[in-house]
């Protein structure tokens, strides 16, 4: 009998040491939502500067952007147009951010607040965006965004 609950122990013990939780797992999420949030810094940081080089970095070559008016762009003209100055914001701010993480996936909503100009008209206002980032060689890369103006 002896034996066979020694046995029985050494059969079920290494469920329990593999059933554990971690700690590291809970960690990367946490580091992985705090990059996120960090680039999302630098995304209105540097369209407040008009600093292409800091977007460049920062768009995944495949970048797209659905703007308020509903028309898609990639990376090559709304780069082009910040470094012409035909794009130029004095101010952009976000707030209400929620990030989601799915892996080496983020889904990032918040509230977008601009004031500035394209084609020498004034632009901005208060929008509702969602953005999304995806890990690719160990760094996050902005691949899509979309944006909605906020009625009133």
Do not use: H
């Not at 020694?6 to 059933?19: D, E, G, Q």
């Not at 035909?86 to 701010?93: D, I, N, Q, R």
Request: hydrophobic content about 40%; cysteine-free.
């Amino acid at each position: 009998m002896k034996r066979i609950l020694i046995v029985a122990m050494l059969v079920a013990a290494p469920s329990f040491v593999f059933s554990q939780p971690t700690r590291s797992g809970a960690n990367q999420k946490g580091n992985d939502e705090q990059a996120v949030r960090q680039l999302l810094n630098e995304v209105s940081a540097a369209l407040g500067r008009s600093d292409a080089a800091a977007l460049d970095r920062i768009y995944a070559d495949n970048y797209t952007l659905v703007n308020e008016s509903g028309e898609l762009t990639t990376k090559a003209p709304r780069l082009a147009a910040i470094k012409s100055g035909e794009l130029k914001y004095e101010s952009v701010g976000f707030d209400e951010v929620n990030v989601r993480l799915y892996g080496g996936t983020a889904v990032v909503t918040y509230r977008v607040t601009s004031k500035g100009q394209f084609k020498g008209q004034a632009i901005g206002g208060q929008f509702r965006a969602t953005s999304t980032y995806v890990k690719m060689k160990g760094r996050w890369q902005l691949v899509t965004a979309q944006v909605t103006r906020i009625a009133g």
